[in-house]
Structures are given as structure tokens and as C-alpha cells.
């Protein structure tokens, strides 16, 4: 199945899309999101049943390669339904023909009226053939959903068919019980007839499973329905066989059982004939999917980070497809397409791009880092930049250069961007006021100043849970750990709770100061509570350089009373998702299995930090101008 979610001038692959469309059987499916410019931005979301995508972009060697898998699938299924339908049609050939001859020779009217029951799978056979051809056509001018009704129509044909075979059954049968009853005499039908009824009964039963289970397989209601009918001319072998069997045997007074049986095989006819009409008028007429299905859908639609209010909701089957029609809208004050972008190009072969091109980048980190600085430094090297680092043990500052003078120094180089990561809080701040008449001010981007804010590490974790489907308003999101040293702790505080989430903040007393309960967050005393239902959960490092060893007896007991591992992820939601900023010190604030948990995006943060930093870069160097998606 080939599923694609293209959203403006990106694409994303969804996964839990992919999941519950797999569910229904739906197969060649793209989801299309048109953007409108609006500050709510309303997006019609439809499915498209073609071989080809025809909406103006370019398409990848991967999409190609996928399109072309599903023009062969398509091809296989058409010769699948060709051959199953063929063997039907010469099995029930060759029992037609001998029917008749043993209705005829055996003096059978329920071996006659079986031999039209087989004559009647035979054209439908026929019709079968005919119609999945032509269902088979791609979209044109006039089929935009492409052709897959006329698969429905030739079922409700067969349908139509079976019910008047079943209605011409049942007169026959009855006018012949009616002459019996009136004094009339009926012929003693032969052993011929007999067993041409048990034959048939074997053959239409090996019949019917062979094909029904094909006709699953290759979601094919026309084939399905074909199997029913040599269902349903079993049943009415069994009738005839016992009609048959027992005029033979109970004699002359009994030989009505024969037309009895026809009639009684015809009520079979028609009730499959009924069952099979019912879903194919829905159908035609346009009916929606089940109210269960939609509700999936609606569901599934809301999982989509930014999307909220579906609504005009249409849906409808065509053929082995479902159309799906709805519109939805986005919160427009939430920009992420390019940070969507920007992890394209970092998955991409050729991540080397010149929207940067000419600009300086200069990174001054006072502390060791391994995430934030080779993200910033990958990020503007990644979009053209030219970037150098300086260390503290690498330049004038162990010399005793102050802070100001090396960024003087710096912006005097003609930089453009300064990144900033110090000990002291307020460092970033500093150097944005640290100026000279004769140099201009680059751009400073805090990295992290002491124990204070980490603005972008709270942007890639935003990116991050709404990547795994979760919606940050009115979610519960805790922060387990060392809040009093944490500058994560605090950026995701004022980032977190602007956007409506639930902040639970949970550790030792001694670093959960309780003041930080006026920002707007709920501090818990016991661990169990922050934990309980929550959506997702951010473990922070204990940061023994900041003297946090202080605050608790040792690792080992912190690890025992507030290290999170599989049996306390049991008290959140079972799809929660796990963050930690990093580095990890496994086995004392996490376990080792909890790490690396499916649940975990700790792995995904490291990724999407540079798509994000990437996106930072690129909104404040070009003032957010379109970005040519050439790749």
C-alpha cells in the first residue's frame, strides 16, 4: 500500500494514517493537503485513486519507484480476479452441461432447476470478466475517482440475476406442487439426477472456498459475490439432492419432495441475491461509511499535530476504495513547515543547500556540549553557512579575555549569527547588549545560559511530541528531576503552559523549589502522581557539575525513589511519549530498557534538534522567504 500525506510543498509519511487505512483495505491512497493562506488555515483534505500524482511538484525517485509498485499490484490483481473467475466459469460449464443432460435424461425438475442455477453462475462469470476490465481503467477526464464503481454495478447485476433465477425457481417449483396436489401425476426422477447433485454439491463447495478466499485477498466485491453464487447453487445442490433422493426412495406418494426441494433451494437463491444488492445499492446511491469507520477517521484526521475542528466530513466506497473528503483547520500562528523542511533536507542524500550562502555563524560555548553545538554547527553548515566554534579552552578566555571582548571581537569579523552558550544566567542577554559604535551587532541565539533558559532545546521537544501525534494543549506533560539546576526545565515552563499543556514538575523536594508553582505548573510530591495518565514525560539529567550531588544521599537511592523504569512507565498512558535532553545518565534518573523503549524519542530529539535549529537559522538570516524544494 502506498500512503503519502503531502502538505504543502513537503511530505511527511504517516505511520498511523498508514495503520488504520491498512485496516480498511484501502489501497493506492494519497492524502492531500491544500494550504490555504490564512491565519486559520483551512485545508481540504480528499483521497486521490490514481496511478499517477497529478498536483504540481515534483515527485522523488522513492514516490516514483512507489507508483510503479502499484501499477504491477494493480496489473496482479486484475489477472488474479481473470484467473479465479475463469476456473469458476469452466467448472460451472462442465456442470451446466451435465446437469441438464441428467435433468433431462433423470426426469428432474430440481436437477433442471439446479442446471439453471449453474447456468446463472456461468453468465455471471461472464459479467465478472467483462466489468473488472473495465473497473480496472485509471482515472480520465470524465472519472476523476477512476472506474471502481463498475465492479459495484456488476455485482448488483449478479445480485438482480440471482434474484430472478431464484424467483423462477421457486414458480416452477410451486406450479408443480400445486398439480400434484390437484391429482396430478410427476415423473420418478432417475439415479442420474441423484448423482449429478452429489457431484455438484462436492465441486461448487471446493469452488466456493477457493474463490471466496481469493476474493478477500484481493478485495474484489464483484469476486466475492461470485463465490456466494457457487455458495448458494451448493445449497441448492443439497436441496435437490435430498428432493431427489428422496422420491426415489420413499416412492410414488413422495416424488413431490423433488419440486419441493427446487422450492426450497429458491428462497436460498433469493436470500443471497438480497444480501449481495443491499451494500451495492448503498453504494450507488452514495451511502457514507459506518458511523464507527468515520469516527476512526475523525480520530485519526485529530492525530495530525496543528490539525483541530474536521469537519464536512464525506466519505463513500468506490469499488475496492474508500473517498474520503473532509476539511480541517490548522492553528496558521503555528509555523512548522519549516522545521518539516528543514528534516527533509537532513534525511535527504544531498543535505548541502545554499540558502545561507555567504553568511557567518560563530559558536562560543563556555561549556562542553555535545547535541547543541554540533546541531548548530550541522545546521548552518547544512544550509550553506560558513561556521566556526570557540571554546573556552580553545581561545583568549583562558588568558583572561573577558566575555564582552571576545564577542566584540567576534562581531568585529563581520559575524552575522553569535551562538552563545554560557554558565552564568543572562550570559545570552549580556552579549546582545555588548556593543561598540564602529561594529554591528550580529544576532545572538541563547544555547543555554546557566540554570536558566534552553529556548531552542524547548522548540525541538514541541517538534518533537507533535511528531509523535501528541496535542500540547490540555495535555499532561511532566518534568521528573533536577528542575533547580535545569535550564531545559524552565524554557519548557514558559513554552509548554503558553500553549495550554498541563506542567507537572516532580523530583526531590530539595530540587523542586515550590515557588515555581506561581509560573503556572502543579508541583507533585510524589512521583506516582506526576506520572499518573500522562501523555508525556521529560527526565531530566541530575547535573552533578551544578552540585546537585548535594541534594540527595547518593545516586543509588535517587535511582530507587525518582529513576524512571518500565514499572513506573506503567502508571502514565500507554502511549506516552518519552524525552530526555540529554546526555542520559542510564540507571540512575532512567533504566536502561525505559532509554530505549518504543515509547522513546530521545533518539528522534537529537534528529529533530537540527531540523529545528536549522529552521531558526533560516527564519531569522532570510526573514522566512519561500524555500525551493529542488531535491
Not at 151 to 156: D, F, G, M, S
Not at 211 to 232: C, I, P, Y
Not at 292 to 317: A, C, M, N, Q, W
Not at 600 to 629: C, F, P
Request: charged fraction near 25%.
Amino acid at each position: 500500500m502506498s500512503i503519502c500525506v503531502i502538505c504543502g510543498d513537503y511530505l511527511l509519511q504517516s505511520k498511523q494514517i498508514n495503520t488504520f487505512l491498512r485496516s480498511l483495505r484501502l489501497q493506492n491512497i494519497i492524502i492531500l493537503l491544500k494550504i490555504m493562506k490564512e491565519r486559520q488555515i483551512v485545508m481540504d483534505l480528499c483521497t486521490i485513486f490514481a496511478h499517477k500524482v497529478k498536483i504540481g511538484c515534483t515527485l522523488d525517485e522513492k514516490q516514483m519507484e512507489m507508483q510503479t509498485l502499484n501499477k504491477k499490484a494493480d496489473a496482479t490483481r486484475e489477472k488474479d480476479i481473470y484467473r479465479v473467475t475463469v476456473v469458476g466459469s469452466v467448472v460451472n460449464f462442465l456442470l451446466l452441461v451435465f446437469k441438464f443432460f441428467a435433468g433431462i435424461v433423470g426426469h428432474s425438475a430440481a436437477m433442471l432447476a439446479d442446471a439453471v442455477h449453474s447456468l446463472s453462475d456461468f453468465i455471471t462469470d461472464i459479467i465478472v470478466i467483462v466489468f473488472v476490465r473495465i473497473s480496472a481503467k485509471p482515472e480520465d477526464e470524465g472519472h476523476d475517482y477512476g472506474h471502481g464503481k463498475y465492479e459495484t454495478l456488476a455485482t448488483a447485476i449478479i445480485g438482480i440475476f440471482l434474484l430472478f433465477v431464484g424467483f423462477g425457481i421457486f414458480w416452477n417449483g410451486a406450479s408443480s406442487i400445486y398439480r400434484f396436489l390437484q391429482g396430478g401425476s410427476l415423473q420418478e426422477p432417475g439415479i442420474l439426477a441423484l448423482v449429478a447433485a452429489l457431484v455438484s454439491i462436492v465441486f461448487k463447495e471446493v469452488l466456493y472456498q477457493y474463490t471466496v478466499f481469493k476474493g478477500r485477498k484481493l478485495n474484489s466485491q464483484a469476486v466475492v459475490a461470485n463465490a456466494w453464487h457457487h455458495r448458494s447453487d451448493a445449497f441448492s445442490s443439497i436441496g435437490t439432492a435430498a428432493g431427489i433422493g428422496g422420491a426415489i426412495l420413499l416412492g410414488d406418494h413422495w416424488r413431490v419432495l423433488d419440486p419441493v426441494a427446487a422450492v426450497i433451494v429458491s428462497f436460498f437463491v433469493m436470500k443471497v441475491a438480497v444480501q449481495l444488492l443491499i451494500p451495492c445499492v448503498d453504494e450507488l446511491l452514495e451511502k457514507s461509511l459506518p458511523a464507527e469507520v468515520e469516527d476512526e477517521i475523525l480520530k485519526t484526521i485529530l492525530s495530525f499535530p496543528g490539525i483541530s475542528s474536521p469537519h464536512h466530513l464525506r466519505t463513500r466506497r468506490i469499488g475496492s476504495y474508500c473517498a474520503i473528503e473532509v476539511h480541517v483547520r490548522m492553528d496558521g500562528s503555528i509555523s512548522l513547515e519549516e522545521a518539516h523542511e528543514m528534516k527533509r533536507i537532513v534525511l535527504s542524500g544531498n543535505k548541502k543547500k545554499d540558502y545561507l550562502k555567504g553568511k557567518s555563524i560563530v559558536t562560543v560555548f563556555s561549556e562542553a556540549s555535545t547535541r547543541t553545538r554540533s546541531s548548530f554547527e550541522l545546521a548552518g553548515k547544512y544550509l550553506g553557512a560558513d561556521v566556526i566554534n570557540i571554546t573556552k579552552s580553545g581561545s583568549s578566555m583562558t588568558k583572561g579575555e573577558s566575555l564582552r571582548d571576545t564577542l566584540l571581537t567576534v562581531s568585529a569579523m563581520g559575524t552575522d549569527v553569535v551562538i552563545i552558550r554560557n554558565s552564568s544566567e543572562g550570559a545570552a542577554l549580556f552579549a546582545s547588549k555588548a556593543k561598540s559604535p564602529k561594529v554591528k551587532t550580529p544576532l545572538i541565539f541563547n544555547a543555554g545560559d546557566g540554570a536558566h533558559e534552553h529556548p531552542s532545546q524547548t522548540l525541538l521537544e514541541l517538534f518533537t511530541l507533535r511528531e509523535a501525534g501528541k496535542k500540547i494543549k490540555e495535555m499532561k506533560y511532566a518534568i521528573i528531576g533536577d528542575i533547580l539546576h535545569s535550564r531545559v526545565a524552565r524554557s519548557d515552563i514558559y513554552g509548554f503552559t503558553k500553549l495550554g499543556a498541563e506542567v507537572h514538575l516532580t523530583g526531590p523536594r530539595t530540587l523542586v523549589p515550590k515557588k515555581l508553582e506561581a509560573m503556572g505548573v502543579i508541583v507533585d510530591d510524589k512521583l506516582e502522581d506526576a506520572l499518573k495518565d500522562a501523555d508525556a514525560i521529560n527526565i531530566l539529567r541530575i547535573q552533578l557539575e551544578r552540585a546537585a550531588g548535594g541534594f540527595f544521599p547518593t545516586t543509588r537511592e535517587y535511582a530507587r525513589l525518582w529513576g524512571i523504569n518500565r514499572e513506573r512507565l506503567a502508571l502514565c498512558k500507554p502511549d506516552v511519549a518519552i524525552i530526555h535532553p540529554g546526555p542520559m545518565n542510564r540507571g540512575i534518573e532512567i533504566s536502561h530498557d525505559v532509554a530505549y523503549d518504543e515509547q522513546s524519542w530521545i533518539q528522534e530529539e537529537v534528529r529533530n534538534g537540527v531540523a529545528v535549529r536549522m529552521a531558526l537559522l533560516y527564519l531569522t538570516l532570510t526573514e522566512g522567504k519561500d524555500i525551493e524544494t529542488d531535491y
